[in-house]
């Protein structure tokens, strides 16, 4: 059993999946007191005395099937990280389709709308494309991950490829495709031009042409839907256009798993079945070639089933190498149903397979599988995930790595590993495989059948077939004799290790030498295929390739600050596994000052080190000094910099996964924060406790805020519940910040004129001038590609009566998921969408894009005290544009 890590180091395990705080069986005040010479009792600056770490369990939702029916609100163990992914994945599905199903061909269309848009002045400037550094020693605070090890670090790789040549591709979450020619770093993107960022699947065929298969397919809390499969002939040089597509619309609005080849056709493994197309012949449309629940599809008879997108799930397709014609699917949900199993073709039929040896074919068995064949064709390697364990909240999901020595995906079959032994091999978890449905990757060495690469949250290496194991790539190093919160040392005198959550795998070669690159929740590491380990098993050589030169990091939110130096600004933000990143005024690095999941931030315009940061469920921290410590209140608890200041919603589970935070436009000392009650403080920056907050107004039992704005003392709060298809409902409540004229505004969805559209409803703002003046942006599709009870049209609404009656000014706004608004003091409204920024000048009723930046989604935008708009995007960094270029 593993000591309990600092509570400042709880950040990575928090992020988006399962850990529970049973290793806390030891009181913690005395573990903390034997681990840092902490007395006992004692509370570092004022903190609780627990490590606000969770540990290991299994990443449920105590949903059987789909997450249709999961706890909207959260439950008592909020804090668990397996179980934060699935809640977080399905507030991110729900808010584009709930309550609905969305159609082929919304992603493309909403981007050529887009297209077709005049656009305003002016550019947006990137501003993090320098390196990120998690391991930045200016931050080691209470509530800080530096020292773990990830060291540089970028947005979530979901994808890898790479050739002999020293070219490497890199498939973000969010952020397109990106091309290295130097076998990782100086990057270079290669696919702005796509009408999604969003990847899922990677491949190189025989030929050397690049397969792209877009929509993130993890289940997570931020994975976007893509636009089908492209093909890019000349990787080594060329850009990703539309004209790349493969086939039609019928894999627009999926996600993409893999892409697997056999003989003369390419398999993909969809959200919606396995499909095929010829690889010789790129026109004409994909086959469907098993939907084990073919009536849920779109334009099936159950398609507008709450339970349709978690019905014909595929994992992974293999291919026999000696018979391209012999082909097994990995069919499932990670939470189990009836069609999860295996099935292989017989007599022209896709058939489930009963027996494959020790691999399990029982549904409750099978639920997320990974292949992977040895180059000579005598192995083939896969990772399962077990339904069963998770829906029984066992401490691992892992069921086991298996290996197929005959070379067939037909076996037999015999497991080489399960949570135990990979547990044993230098692991930091106590058990691994906590959410193996939503961390697996496997390769083979290409020249070694024996020497396998497996990802988990850490990263596995066998050379002996799976007789035995390391942990070569651990979670984290602190919680290793060789850790040091020491800032002369960026890991004590631990090796770097990557960072945790693995997603994807590649072997290239550069200048003649092999490589294994790794992506991750912090992008992209290499070390040399047959590399060295220390005593412990974990790896002496790690490079994070993540050198600034991509940027693909995911924010959620953007605060900005004149810096209290005197000069320039102080600019911080919000992400998803990564913390909050700080950039002041002449930095070279970015460094992190909160870890785990950033989800909000409040920062103070005339002092850009006061900053409020928000981690899942209105877990809030302040800091007055931008968090900057040397780690010195290990020995000194009253020099801790950083305070937990969380609203009662925090403890109770009642706020959304990424909650709403905000100060009041006209007083930035009264802070707004929305769960299930809206609460409100007023001491801003200067807040030491969650007691200081106070209990506005109960937006009613079973709702929860989805968004709220203030100004001059009068508040909006936007919120649904239930928020998922079954049963959806939303609405809006007006009243005072000091607690007073509450009251739920009637917005009616049908018949009347000003009706707002049954969807969710994602972003508020308030006219400067006048605080009855209100905007409210509608998330989701509008009819034409949404069904069922969510549909209507319009993204965007205005009130002049303060919420009680509403107009729609879409006008000429694409069709597209909307997310934030921001209303200017000359009556311009700027609009963040999935695709982007618009803008609708003052007195006009058209839209404009704003700039030009790939079909990144835009979360939140925030006024800077340098007159600049900044822009959070979720894929590609933050940006920022001058206002006044906004005509």
Not at 100 to 126: D, I, R, Y
Not at 492 to 515: E, I, L, M, R
Not at 613 to 632: F, K, P
Request: aromatic share 10%; net charge negative; with cysteine.
């Amino acid at each position: 059993m593993h000591r309990p890590a600092p509570r400042y180091a709880r950040g990575y395990l928090l992020h988006a999946s399962a850990r529970k705080r049973h290793w806390l069986a030891v009181p913690v005040a005395a573990a903390l007191a034997a681990l840092f010479a902490v007395p006992a009792g004692a509370a570092p600056g004022g903190h609780p005395t627990h490590p606000r770490l969770a540990t290991e369990k299994a990443a449920t939702q105590n949903a059987t099937a789909t997450p249709s029916g999961e706890d909207d609100g959260g439950d008592d163990d909020s804090g668990e990280e397996s179980d934060e992914i699935a809640e977080g994945a399905a507030q991110y599905a729900e808010a584009r389709t709930a309550p609905g199903v969305v159609a082929p061909g919304a992603f493309s269309a909403a981007w050529e709308q887009l297209n077709k848009l005049p656009s305003t002045g002016g550019n947006w400037q990137h501003l993090t494309g320098l390196p990120y550094d998690s391991d930045d020693p200016r931050y080691r605070d209470y509530d800080s991950n530096s020292s773990g090890g990830a060291g540089l670090v970028t947005g979530r790789a979901a994808a890898l490829a790479a050739d002999d040549g020293g070219y490497v591709y890199e498939g973000s979450a969010g952020g397109g495709v990106w091309r290295s020619s130097t076998g990782g770093g100086h990057w270079q993107p290669i696919s702005d031009a796509l009408p999604t960022q969003a990847t899922g699947a990677l491949a190189l065929d025989k030929g050397g042409r690049l397969w792209l298969g877009t929509g993130e397919a993890t289940t997570n809390a931020d994975a976007y839907e893509g636009s089908g499969v492209y093909v890019l002939s000349r990787p080594r040089s060329g850009t990703f256009t539309p004209a790349d597509r493969v086939g039609g619309k019928e894999l627009d609005s999926t996600t993409i798993h893999t892409l697997r080849f056999g003989g003369d056709r390419v398999w993909a493994s969809t959200s919606r079945g396995v499909w095929s197309h010829s690889t010789s012949d790129l026109r004409g449309p994909w086959t469907l070639e098993f939907a084990p629940n073919p009536d849920y599809l779109p334009g099936g008879p159950l398609a507008h089933d709450p339970n349709a997108p978690y019905k014909n799930i595929a994992n992974d397709v293999a291919i026999d190498p000696r018979d391209p014609g012999k082909v097994m699917l990995a069919i499932g949900w990670r939470s189990g149903d009836t069609y999860n199993g295996f099935y292989t073709k017989q007599h022209g039929t896709w058939t489930r397979v009963d027996s494959l040896g020790a691999l399990p074919t029982d549904a409750g068995d099978v639920g997320t599988v990974t292949f992977a064949r040895s180059a000579d064709g005598s192995r083939y390697y896969a990772v399962d995930q077990s339904p069963e364990k998770l829906n029984a909240g066992d401490e691992t999901v892992l069921d086991g790595i298996y290996v197929s020595r005959s070379g067939s995906p037909l076996g037999p079959w015999t497991r080489i590993a399960d949570a135990d032994t990979l547990g044993a091999s230098g692991s930091a978890l106590d058990p691994p495989g906590s959410q193996s449905w939503y961390n697996e990757f496997l390769q083979v060495d290409p020249t070694n059948p024996d020497h396998v690469y497996a990802g988990l949250e850490e990263v596995f290496e066998t050379t002996d077939g799976g007789s035995s194991w390391s942990a070569v790539g651990a979670y984290w190093n602190f919680y290793f004799p060789c850790w040091s919160i020491d800032p002369a040392k960026q890991t004590g005198d631990c090796q770097p290790t990557t960072h945790p959550d693995q997603h994807a795998v590649a072997v290239g070669s550069y200048h003649g030498k092999s490589w294994v690159y790794v992506g991750d929740d912090g992008g992209v590491y290499k070390r040399p295929l047959n590399g060295h380990k220390d005593a412990d098993g974990h790896a002496t050589d790690w490079t994070s390739t993540n050198d600034g030169t991509i940027d693909t990091l995911q924010y959620y939110s953007v605060g900005v600050g004149k810096d209290p130096s005197g000069h320039g600004l102080a600019v911080n933000g919000g992400l998803q596994d990564n913390g909050q990143s700080q950039l002041r005024a002449g930095d070279k690095v970015m460094g992190s000052n909160f870890g785990g999941d950033g989800g909000d931030t409040l920062t103070d315009p005339a002092n850009g080190c006061n900053i409020a940061q928000e981690y899942v469920y209105l877990a809030v921290n302040v800091t007055q000094n931008c968090a900057v410590n040397d780690g010195a209140w290990v020995d000194d608890p009253a020099r801790a910099t950083s305070y937990d200041v969380a609203p009662p919603d925090n403890e109770t589970g009642a706020a959304r996964f990424t909650a709403p935070l905000t100060a009041d436009t006209e007083n930035g000392d009264v802070w707004v924060a929305g769960g299930q009650h809206v609460w409100v403080q007023s001491h801003g920056y200067a807040i030491r406790s969650g007691d200081e907050w106070t209990d506005a107004f109960d937006l009613g039992a079973g709702h929860t805020a989805t968004a709220v704005a203030a100004q001059g003392g009068k508040v909006y709060a936007a919120w649904c519940g239930p928020c998922n298809n079954q049963g959806f409902t939303r609405g809006l409540a007006v009243g005072n910040a000091d607690g007073t004229g509450w009251h739920q505004v009637d917005l009616p969805s049908t018949g009347a004129r000003g009706a707002v559209p049954n969807r969710y409803l994602a972003g508020l703002a308030v006219d400067p001038s006048d605080s009855a003046h209100v905007y409210l942006a509608v998330n989701g599709f509008s009819r034409q590609w949404t069904e069922g009870p969510g549909a209507g049209f319009g993204h965007v609404f205005e009130s002049h009566d303060g919420g009680t009656t509403w107009q729609d000014i879409s006008a000429n706004l694409p069709d597209v998921p909307a997310n934030a608004l921001l209303a200017r003091p000359d009556g311009g409204l700027l609009l963040a969408t999935d695709m982007g920024v618009v803008y609708r000048a003052p007195h006009h009723t058209g839209w404009e894009r704003v700039g030009r930046m790939p079909a990144v989604a835009v979360l939140q935008l925030k006024p800077g005290p340098d007159g600049r708009i900044y822009s959070a995007t979720h894929g590609r960094g933050l940006y920022a544009i001058n206002a006044g270029s906004l005509k």
